[in-house]
């Protein structure tokens, strides 16, 4: 039996459901090791969780927590990497299990190799839709293969994953070569932000199930400040609710997360659109998956 934390997600307007009644399972995901610039990404998930109590229970187009929202104590990060990737793993199939959502709050990106496992385990083979300033397409980084910078090659090579990254634009050679290697489908920021969403944005081939993986430094830093690389020339944030969007169409959302946000005592803007990006992606999935 799951006991739900003590900080639920959006409290202020969601009562408490027992956690086989509710549509969406918050899972809190602290982790913080191979965080390679500004730090603070293990405060991450407490930071959104509070903002979340300032959200309102519409989202300007539906009511997406009225189907209940279960809060999970937060994921043990202690030990070794591959140990943390197990329990995030348990823990995501303890959502699947009674039936909800999976939304994970990171914590640095690393740890979506734990969702992953757990999906494809449940579901077999799937897409991954992935918003981020990097591509993390490194096999290794600092000699560890289970850094942030390379939790999508994880994807492609170790899972077998088909992927497609939205807002990257800063990556190094090994990554650009990753990308031909295994098939990734890119648009990066340059070409969205001065032509708009492509017609073509998700291949016709690909996976009718699709998990999105949201790194907050995807955004613009005039949106998204507090983040470990806050890389200029992002996405905006209609823009990438609309990629979203169109990335979800006659498609079905197993879960979602939203990592990568590194708060700062003081500075509330970037916890609080963190929470609206979480509510809102919430939002987009239950309509998308209730249209098919």
Same mark, same amino acid.
């Given at each position: 039996m799951l006991n739900e934390y003590e900080n639920r997600f959006l409290s202020s307007e969601v009562p408490p459901r027992p956690a086989d009644q509710a549509r969406f399972h918050v899972i809190p995901v602290p982790y913080e090791a191979t965080v390679s610039y500004a730090g603070g990404t293990a405060n991450g998930p407490e930071a959104i969780l509070e903002a979340s109590d300032q959200l309102e229970l519409c989202d300007g187009t539906s009511y997406p927590g009225e189907n209940g929202i279960f809060t999970q104590c937060p994921v043990d990060c202690s030990g070794a990497p591959e140990q943390v990737m197990e329990n995030v793993r348990k823990a995501v199939l303890a959502a699947l299990d009674a039936g909800a959502m999976p939304v994970v709050l990171g914590g640095e990106h690393s740890l979506t190799y734990g969702e992953m496992a757990a999906l494809k385990e449940r579901y077999g083979r799937f897409g991954v839709i992935q918003f981020d300033a990097h591509a993390d397409l490194r096999d290794s980084y600092e000699g560890s293969k289970w850094s942030h910078a390379s939790v999508m090659r994880r994807a492609v090579k170790d899972l077998d994953l088909p992927l497609v990254q939205l807002g990257n634009r800063i990556y190094c050679r090994e990554e650009l070569e990753a990308r031909k290697e295994h098939g990734v489908v890119s648009w990066d920021a340059p070409y969205l932000c001065r032509h708009?969403? &492509? !017609?073509?944005? =998700? *291949? /016709? %081939? @690909? *996976?009718?199930? =699709? @998990?999105? $993986?949201f790194d907050v430094d995807g955004l613009d &830093?005039?949106? #998204? &400040? /507090? $983040?470990? $690389?806050?890389? &200029?020339?992002?996405? %905006?944030?209609? #823009?990438?609710? !609309?990629?979203?969007a169109k990335a979800m169409q006659g498609r079905r959302v197993l879960g979602f997360d939203v990592v990568e946000l590194a708060p700062r005592e003081g500075h509330i803007v970037s916890d609080f659109a963190a929470a609206s990006l979480t509510y809102a992606l919430m939002g987009l999935a239950a309509r998308n998956n209730d249209a098919q």
């Amino acid at each position: 039996m799951l006991n739900e934390y003590e900080n639920r997600f959006l409290s202020s307007e969601v009562p408490p459901r027992p956690a086989d009644q509710a549509r969406f399972h918050v899972i809190p995901v602290p982790y913080e090791a191979t965080v390679s610039y500004a730090g603070g990404t293990a405060n991450g998930p407490e930071a959104i969780l509070e903002a979340s109590d300032q959200l309102e229970l519409c989202d300007g187009t539906s009511y997406p927590g009225e189907n209940g929202i279960f809060t999970q104590c937060p994921v043990d990060c202690s030990g070794a990497p591959e140990q943390v990737m197990e329990n995030v793993r348990k823990a995501v199939l303890a959502a699947l299990d009674a039936g909800a959502m999976p939304v994970v709050l990171g914590g640095e990106h690393s740890l979506t190799y734990g969702e992953m496992a757990a999906l494809k385990e449940r579901y077999g083979r799937f897409g991954v839709i992935q918003f981020d300033a990097h591509a993390d397409l490194r096999d290794s980084y600092e000699g560890s293969k289970w850094s942030h910078a390379s939790v999508m090659r994880r994807a492609v090579k170790d899972l077998d994953l088909p992927l497609v990254q939205l807002g990257n634009r800063i990556y190094c050679r090994e990554e650009l070569e990753a990308r031909k290697e295994h098939g990734v489908v890119s648009w990066d920021a340059p070409y969205l932000c001065r032509h708009g969403i &492509p !017609d073509n944005l =998700i *291949p /016709e %081939d @690909f *996976p009718r199930n =699709i @998990f999105i $993986t949201f790194d907050v430094d995807g955004l613009d &830093p005039s949106i #998204m &400040p /507090e $983040t470990g $690389t806050p890389v &200029p020339g992002g996405l %905006d944030w209609y #823009m990438a609710l !609309d990629l979203a969007a169109k990335a979800m169409q006659g498609r079905r959302v197993l879960g979602f997360d939203v990592v990568e946000l590194a708060p700062r005592e003081g500075h509330i803007v970037s916890d609080f659109a963190a929470a609206s990006l979480t509510y809102a992606l919430m939002g987009l999935a239950a309509r998308n998956n209730d249209a098919q």
